[in-house]
């Protein structure tokens, strides 16, 4: 459980006025000017509560890993609504907290809310998780950066097709769009790789956090024989206690969820932003331009794997770290054709090879074959 | 390589187990609002209190980790939510429609607010009676796991049935509720009584919030509740203020809350959104069709404000 | 007959005051409901203050905060206004209504429903027809959708005696799930891929910001629908009919006054203006309809109307004192390290303890008019 550090930011920001004149000085006093880091503060931007073992819990962690970079100052707020209030929040944390960099964590925050303020303010920093920045079309002083958690969910589902007896495996989806898609696709693939006949069933939400209809959807699928659960919800807390409880396995998503169910937890693909953002924030302090088309996967630290739960038999264990090793050499692609989808028509053809970085992949609008559902 | 899943009958059992899953808050909290309206006050902010009791509940049972003590506590804030509620409702020119919105604002903030450091603990979990153990099938045996406010809330309405009608105290409550002034010519005081029926039914109410967060789905966060404690309202009027009644509206609401994921998981995925609405609507379209312009509800208490 | 009401202490006041006693008469009428209003918005803070306290931080702190963040610079100013402008038209839809004695808490239904008619409206249009057509076109929209779905609920209590609180809650839920329904599926745009929307509206097409502002016309819009609100309420015989018939239905009826006609056409109207503050809300903020739509504007415009106590004109400055206290939490939730929840507590604290003051009305005998009339007999005789 993150604690984060508290810190009186109001003396801060009334000493930063002399701070900033020391930190002017600084180069003169030190021998080697490198040794003074520039003051930074930088913004964080959540859609919803910042401990919800989920989507916002792994950004917090990641803030929390720069808050103790020295010189810089950290200003959070979280359940910020995609609407004009974002707007205002960003202007809030420019204009009153001096904030040079700032970090919309939310999808919907991108278009139009953040381009918005990045023509406002042009000598500020915008960079935004899973947005598409468009070289020539966006402004040079925004960006996306995103990790590729779908090599997270297909080792998720290797370890998913070892465990589950029933040979059904389920999902429990928000919204049909093509990060979620991938990741089911992706968890099904895994458990492919280590039984063809395994099938995955999704069911669809409709929100990205409602947790009465994230315990029936769990229900449902357990109901019908799936007894590996994992999900892409903003809050995967209550899938992993519903299905724990029913007594199905789950592999974890954001963030790491085994307190929540230590006996039945598999493994879990999340995020580690915090190497995300030190390297944001040290090319910031440096003056060097930031990337504006960030990804990276496991290979690069965007992504981790929870540790293996107790329930991973040894077989599975040797499977997943070799695939887990072909990932980190980067000579491992989940969507290797051919692959079918699941209304028979040809998703990805025999001898095309989608690699992480391909552009396909952000706009996938189809389940493969095996998942049991449909999008829309 | 055995096949678990049963198909089709998914749909039945997820409805049936639904019902029973879901139904419990709205059992609890009708019940509470059919004592408070019996008496002739309406309460329409028990979604705060609701809300306010989930938190209570959770909050407690993490830091006493006995779930039991955190049902307790969330009984005793929603009875001062109620009389919050009641004591601000006897001042006259007080809308109390009004003073139950603003109630369930302030409910939600409150609980929102202290709420904060309890979303990542974990509280231990209402126990429940595990009816299906007759049977060799996971889900019968899961859909039969009652948990024990269900049977609280089963009893419970059967007595406040026999309640109303038999006993001295149903009858003050149905006096004040038909006319303040028959009420104090019998001696009683009006206010007095509708200050402790809507404590009461605060404190129902924040045991329907206890379930949420100790049970099912057993988690406190922001957005625990999807209007619960409003629909309940919508249930009492709906069940013509009978206690049993309120009991199989709520088992019939919570069925058709179930409807959709059960749906989706045999395969029928189109227009979900469509079927996560068919609660609202069920609930809308009985309402219409029980309603009258002419003849005042059925049933309805004669100082209930919703009916003048 | 003229009852005097003189007090001793007051006696020589009225026997000197000559000229000035109808100033002081309409002063008294008018001071009442500013003078408890103003109470209790103390009162309310006092007791959040309190509140603070016990928390462990400072009210006073919190209070320069709150100033800070909503009025204290222009940037704040301008983040209240931009906050307050979908207020205006929500509460109107809750205070319309209310003037007929209905309590109407689904305005959010109507503002998603309202988006997403505009945006549909918008999608057949765009590229070939002028901005200058599209708008209105997108507005009428708005309007239409909104004013249907409100219109329902008041043609539901009227010709079937619904509930029209529970029954317009109901249909909000509903309106959301329809909303997200059509904006995944029939009107989705398919490049909107990570976030489902209906096809972007093109610059062009968007309603900018009020010239020199950061603020976008939809302020203007609502408090042009404040003053036409209530010119309608104050100065028309339809106007004069609904308060009638908000007094009292039953001798509204016995009157011959259209009671049925009258519910409907202003729960009608109501509507019509939450559409319109969904039809900005994609015109000028979002450029398309998607599931922001569904922001709670509905929900704090209830607060704003109850505060205001239904008058329209009130409406104005209550959206803006709590677009101002919505505005700083932001800032109260950097700089104290207080949650986000902070403000909805003092919204609903000051939302109870106005409704509670209330009963304040007509109780302070210093507000009495007929304290400062002019007596027409002299004292003593009858």
């Known amino acids: ?376 | 390589m055995e096949d678990t899943g049963i198909g089709l009958w998914g749909v039945p059992l997820a409805i049936f187990a639904g019902a029973i899953r879901v139904s419990t808050p709205f059992i609890f909290v009708s019940l509470g609002e059919s004592i408070t309206e019996r008496s002739g006050r309406i309460n329409l902010g028990l979604e705060g209190t609701l809300v306010f009791g989930a938190m209570t509940a959770y909050a407690v049972a993490v830091m006493t980790n006995s779930p039991w003590l955190g049902v307790l506590a969330a009984m005793a804030s929603g009875a001062v939510f109620g009389l919050i509620h009641g004591w601000i409702c006897k001042f006259p020119k007080v809308n109390d429609i009004a003073i139950g919105i603003a109630m369930m604002q302030f409910g939600l903030g409150l609980a929102f607010f202290l709420g904060k450091s309890f979303i990542q603990p974990v509280a231990p979990r209402l126990p429940s009676i595990p009816l299906g153990g007759w049977s060799d099938l996971p889900q019968i045996q899961s859909a039969l796991n009652i948990n024990v406010l269900f049977v609280i809330g089963a009893l419970l309405a059967v007595a406040l049935w026999w309640a109303f009608k038999n006993t001295r105290i149903g009858l003050i409550l149905r006096v004040v509720g038909d006319s303040s002034d028959a009420a104090r010519a019998m001696g009683l005081n009006p206010d007095t009584v509708r200050l402790l029926a809507t404590a009461v039914g605060g404190s129902f109410a924040a045991v329907g919030g206890a379930y949420l967060s100790l049970y099912y789905p057993g988690s406190w966060n922001e957005g625990i509740s999807s209007g619960q404690g409003l629909m309940a309202v919508a249930l009492v009027i709906f069940a013509r203020w009978n206690p049993i009644g309120c009991f199989l509206a709520a088992l019939l609401f919570g069925g058709a809350g179930a409807l959709g994921p059960a749906l989706q998981s045999v395969g029928v995925t189109q227009g979900y959104y469509l079927f996560y609405a068919a609660p609202y609507v069920l609930t809308l379209v009985i309402l219409v069709a029980t309603s009258s312009p002419t003849r005042s509800l059925a049933g309805a208490p004669g100082a209930l404000s919703i009916t003048k | 007959m003229t009852i005097e009401v003189n007090t001793p202490a007051l006696s020589p006041l009225s026997a000197s005051s000559g000229n000035f006693r109808p100033i002081l008469e309409w002063v008294a009428r008018r001071a009442e409901p500013v003078a408890i209003s103003l109470g209790a918005i103390l009162a309310g803070l006092a007791l959040f203050s309190i509140f603070i306290a016990v928390v462990g931080k400072s009210p006073i702190d919190l209070f320069k905060l709150m100033y800070t963040g909503g009025f204290g610079s222009w940037f704040s100013i301008q983040n209240s206004l931009s906050r307050a402008a979908p207020l205006l038209l929500t509460a109107l839809c809750v205070a319309l209504p209310a003037r007929l004695g209905l309590v109407i808490i689904g305005g959010e239904g109507a503002v998603v429903l309202g988006g997403v008619a505009a945006a549909a409206a918008a999608l057949p249009l765009t590229g070939s027809v002028s901005p200058i057509v599209v708008l209105p076109v997108m507005a009428i929209a708005g309007m239409i959708m909104g004013g249907i779905w409100i219109g329902i609920t008041g043609l539901l209590r009227h010709y079937r005696g619904v509930n029209e609180t529970i029954a317009s809650l109901l249909m909000a839920y509903i309106a959301i799930a329809l909303m997200n329904h059509f904006i995944e599926g029939p009107l989705r745009d398919p490049a909107s891929l990570n976030k489902p929307s209906t096809a972007p509206l093109p610059p062009e097409y968007l309603l900018g910001a009020i010239p020199g502002m950061d603020v976008n016309w939809g302020l203007v819009i609502g408090i042009l629908a404040c003053i036409v609100s209530w010119i309608l309420i104050e100065a028309t015989s339809f106007g004069f009919a609904a308060r009638i018939a908000g007094g009292n239905v039953r001798a509204a009826q016995i009157q011959g006054l259209p009671v049925g006609r009258l519910i409907v056409g202003f729960t009608a109207l109501a509507g019509s203006f939450a559409g319109l503050a969904g039809m900005i809300e994609v015109a000028a903020v979002q450029g398309s309809a998607n599931a922001s739509l569904a922001a709670g504007y509905g929900y704090t415009g209830i607060l704003v109307a109850f505060l205001a106590r239904h008058n329209p004109l009130a409406i104005i400055p209550v959206a803006i004192l709590l677009g101002g206290i919505d505005a700083s939490g932001g800032l109260i939730q950097r700089r104290m390290e207080l949650p986000d929840a902070t403000v909805l507590v003092l919204q609903g604290t000051l939302f109870v303890v106005i409704l509670l003051c209330e009963t304040f009305y007509g109780r302070f005998k210093i507000f009495n008019p007929d304290l400062w009339k002019t007596p027409v007999l002299k004292r003593g005789t009858v």
């Open chain 1, 1 to 376: 459980m993150t604690k984060l550090l508290p810190m009186n930011r109001r003396s801060f920001l009334q000493t930063t006025a002399a701070g900033a004149a020391a930190i002017g000085l600084a180069p003169s006093l030190f021998a080697t000017p490198a040794a003074a880091q520039a003051a930074l503060t930088v913004g964080f931007i959540y859609v919803g509560p910042k401990d919800d073992y989920g989507y916002n819990q792994a950004h917090a962690e990641g803030a929390a890993v720069i808050k103790a970079m020295s010189g810089v100052t950290v200003v959070e707020e979280e359940n910020v609504p995609e609407t004009v209030d974002v707007q205002k929040t960003m202007e809030s944390m420019i204009n009153l907290d001096g904030a040079s960099l700032v970090f919309p964590t939310s999808f919907g925050y991108f278009d139009p809310h953040m381009l918005a303020m990045a023509e406002k303010y042009p000598d500020v920093q915008f960079r935004h998780c899973g947005g598409l920045w468009q070289e020539g079309k966006n402004p040079m002083n925004t960006g996306s950066y995103f990790g590729y958690i779908g090599q997270g969910q297909y080792l998720n589902g290797i370890t998913a097709g070892y465990a589950s007896k029933s040979k059904k495996i389920g999902f429990v989806a928000a919204k049909p769009i093509p990060q979620v898609l991938q990741n089911i696709n992706s968890f099904l693939l895994g458990a492919r790789s280590v039984d063809p006949a395994i099938t995955c069933q999704v069911i669809f939400t409709g929100e990205w956090s409602l947790a009465v209809k994230e315990a029936e959807a769990t229900n449902a699928l357990i109901d019908q024989g799936a007894d590996v659960i994992t999900c892409h919800v903003d809050s995967p807390k209550v899938v992993v206690e519903t299905a724990a409880g029913r007594g199905a396995f789950v592999c974890g998503y954001h963030a790491n969820q085994s307190p929540l169910a230590p006996e039945k937890y598999l493994t879990g693909a999340e995020w580690a932003w915090g190497n995300v953002y030190t390297k944001f924030v040290t090319e910031a302090q440096a003056g060097t331009p930031l990337g504006n088309f960030v990804r990276g996967g496991l290979k690069d630290g965007f992504v981790k794997m929870s540790p293996l739960g107790p329930a991973v038999s040894a077989e599975a264990r040797t499977k997943f770290d070799a695939t887990l090793a072909d990932m980190m050499k980067g000579s491992f692609s989940v969507f290797k054709g051919p692959i079918k989808d699941n209304k028979g028509g040809d998703a990805v053809t025999a001898g095309q090879t989608l690699a992480e970085d391909a552009i396909e992949l952000e706009s996938m609008a189809y389940l493969v074959e095996g998942v049991v559902g449909s999008t829309s």
